[in-house]
């Protein structure tokens, strides 16, 4: 059997009292910040939209608090944060786990920062890293590669980057989902053809903020995406760092890691430092980079200023991972010295399931080759023996999935009949 999840914790953190805060966005990577500190005795807490969320079941949770901080006014949520920070006996650790709450943060850092101990960036660098066209634009000033990226203004700004860059072209949303087709909400599109592309700006024509950028196509399979997790200090030091590529995604080709592997990179770390001490950036960072075989070159596509979904693909021999480097730091420990196991594989079994199949019906991968692919994997997200409440929970979460895209395409289709 070639998958076993890794529940061990090799690392002892002498002093597990400080409480933990987990602003869970992302359930698989909330989910793992749950578990990696559960797992050595630290009290962790859970914001979550909904309480039957798969992460919300975990076993290592003190307690769930539920709250929506994309609709709630950001002074609300800070209120509702105070009280949950009195409702625990000690001031606690606060992290988020995706872009809205990693910004929410940032901006909110000083009405926080009584009741809650957090590490982030300046807000104009998370803002900076939150945008993709911003993010393309301070690569360019420091001489850090990156694709061509723009933000269309008008429907000459997109046939005059087609033209430059060709097809196909990237979409990507600059801040989370944009309409790709009516009542079909994505965060990434590779476009083949102009009447496409011109088809999917005239659709978010009119949203406030406009919500897609064009990205140049970097030719080259999903293994020849990049990824850099680590955390740094209030003085820019990277505590703890890794590097690894994507094996497979989801969706297919265009989505995040569903099956990854730990492998060094020396450039993609010197770039990566160079970059975030550049703008002083500290506290945990996702970072993505495809290489380009074209000019030789690994090429930024995106900064999360955040804790990454795919943090517990990067462990160290001794158990040190990205969250757990962040609490010894934040709670006054040192960091020790880690080696991330090369060769290590994590998978997101669910998701990489959808993304075999898809390769299977396109001949890239057959059933020999995908039993040689789990070779090496060493954890998962779902399937954890200690653990299992989530996993169980988890058809839940593709329910209500399944039945907001439903929802969405019968809207669409009604505002599309009383229009015409």
């Known amino acids: ?172 949303g600059e801040y989370g989902e944009f309409l790709r087709k009516r009542g079909e909400r994505v965060r990434v599109a590779t476009i083949s053809g102009k009447e496409e592309l011109l088809a999917i700006f005239d659709l978010n024509t009119g949203a406030t903020p406009f919500p897609i950028v064009l990205q140049e196509y970097i030719p080259g399979g999903d293994d020849t995406v990049w990824m850099f997790n680590g955390y740094f200090n209030g003085r820019s030091e990277c505590l703890f760092g890794a590097t690894g590529r994507k094996l497979r995604q989801f969706p297919p080709h265009r989505g995040s890691t569903s099956l990854g592997i730990c492998e060094k990179s020396e450039v993609v770390e010197l770039q990566t430092a160079r970059l975030l001490r550049g703008v002083g950036y500290c506290g945990p960072v996702d970072m993505g980079y495809r290489y380009d075989v074209r000019d030789d070159q690994y090429k930024l596509l995106d900064v999360n200023p955040r804790v990454g979904s795919t943090f517990r693909l990067f462990v160290a021999s001794n158990g040190l991972d990205v969250v757990r480097a962040l609490y010894l730091d934040l709670s006054g420990q040192t960091v020790p010295p880690a080696q991330v196991c090369q060769g290590r594989k994590w998978i997101v079994e669910s998701n990489d399931l959808v993304s075999s199949w898809a390769a299977f019906r396109e001949r890239q991968l057959t059933f020999r080759g995908w039993l040689r692919s789990l070779r090496g994997v060493q954890e998962g997200v779902w399937l954890t023996w200690s653990d299992l409440v989530p996993l169980m929970t988890l058809p839940l979460l593709w329910l209500r999935k399944r039945l907001r895209k439903r929802t969405l395409r019968v809207a669409s289709g009604v505002i599309k009949d009383l229009a015409g």
Request: proline share 6%; with cysteine; aromatic share 10%.
């Open 1 to 172: 059997m070639y998958f076993m999840p890794n529940v061990s914790s090799y690392i002892r953190i002498e002093d597990n009292s400080t409480p933990v805060v987990v602003l869970v966005s992302s359930q698989h990577g909330g989910l793992g910040v749950i578990r990696s500190l559960g797992r050595a005795g630290i009290p962790v807490y859970g914001i979550h939209e909904h309480s039957w969320e798969p992460a919300a079941r975990s076993r290592f949770l003190r307690k769930v608090f539920c709250w929506n901080f994309l609709t709630s006014p950001a002074a609300d949520s800070v209120t509702f944060l105070m009280d949950v920070a009195n409702t625990i006996s000690r001031r606690p650790i606060l992290i988020p786990t995706s872009d809205i709450t990693a910004l929410f943060l940032a901006e909110n850092a000083r009405s926080l920062a009584e009741n809650f101990i957090f590490s982030t960036a300046s807000v104009d660098v998370v803002r900076n890293f939150s945008s993709k066209v911003q993010t393309s634009d301070l690569c360019g000033e420091m001489g850090i590669p990156t694709a061509a990226t723009a933000k269309p203004q008008s429907r000459e700004d997109v046939l005059n980057f087609a033209q430059m860059s060709r097809f196909p072209v990237i979409v990507k």
